[in-house]
């Protein structure tokens, strides 16, 4: 009976589901992370009477067919890009993006990555860098006897110079927007990379045409809705166990057939 196969694909369909949504829970704190959603596709249909087929031969075709659906699979995991929240941190080196785009980091391997998360630092040369230790692009160097670090919403980094009375110029932090930023390759550590599904980059300037603004001292919490989570569980379950009752109402089915005499 198709019924059995039906019902172990819709459990390990829910199954999927309920990880992914157990991820986005995990994952509520993480700075700029970004939600996702299991989406599902019915499978194959097997034709048992084709609708239009000719049912006589005076012309007549069937309206409606017969058609048994042989179960669901996952087609996609995808990734919601909404704004987070901004979170007030008060530290002078935090970074929240305002709208679209992405800070450019330096990977060890020469790659260029992509990260919403913009808890920067400063390593023992005084260039910005991730918590990893990666250089941000274009590289900012802090001088040593600077006492204060100014970034504006447009991405300019500004150094108060024990005394100088201007400010220094160090730079000017530019970002990455994608026509297709859910197709981004996630590598963990709040790090992506493009892929032909995301498309190249385009980078310029915070504030600029399509690109999003700097907010120093903030950083960009999750887009998790914790309450939407907890619901999309609820109805995982749900729909887990109501396939696994398919099953063994199969199985009954099947006990009572074996079981004639």
Excluded at 25 to 54: C, H, V
Aim: avoid cysteine; proline fraction near 3%; charge should be negative.
């Amino acid at each position: 009976m198709r019924s059995l196969d039906i019902g172990a694909l819709g459990m390990q369909a829910q199954s999927t589901n309920v990880d992914v949504t157990s991820h986005n829970i995990a994952n509520m704190t993480t700075t700029g992370y970004k939600r996702q959603r299991a989406e599902f596709q019915d499978l194959l249909y097997q034709d048992l009477r084709r609708a239009g087929s000719p049912s006589s031969d005076t012309g007549t075709i069937v309206p409606v067919g017969i058609q048994v659906g042989l179960g669901v699979k996952t087609a996609a995991i995808g990734r919601y890009m909404g704004q987070g929240t901004l979170t007030l941190t008060e530290n002078e080196l935090d970074v929240a993006i305002q709208g679209r785009g992405y800070l450019q980091i330096d990977l060890p391997s020469g790659e260029t990555a992509y990260t919403r998360d913009g808890t920067l630092k400063l390593d023992a040369d005084g260039q910005l860098v991730t918590k990893d230790g990666f250089a941000v692009q274009p590289g900012i160097t802090v001088p040593d006897n600077a006492t204060s670090v100014t970034i504006n919403t447009s991405g300019e980094v500004f150094a108060e110079i024990d005394g100088q009375v201007a400010l220094q110029n160090l730079g000017q932090i530019q970002l990455a927007t994608f026509i297709n930023p859910a197709g981004l390759d996630a590598l963990g550590d709040n790090l992506f990379l493009e892929t032909e599904a995301s498309g190249n980059p385009a980078t310029g300037v915070p504030g600029g045409v399509g690109f999003g603004t700097l907010q120093q001292g903030y950083l960009e919490s999750s887009n998790v809705n914790v309450v939407q989570e907890i619901t999309n569980l609820i109805k995982a379950q749900r729909a887990y166990e109501m396939n696994s009752k398919s099953i063994s109402t199969t199985d009954e089915m099947m006990s009572a057939v074996s079981n004639l005499r």
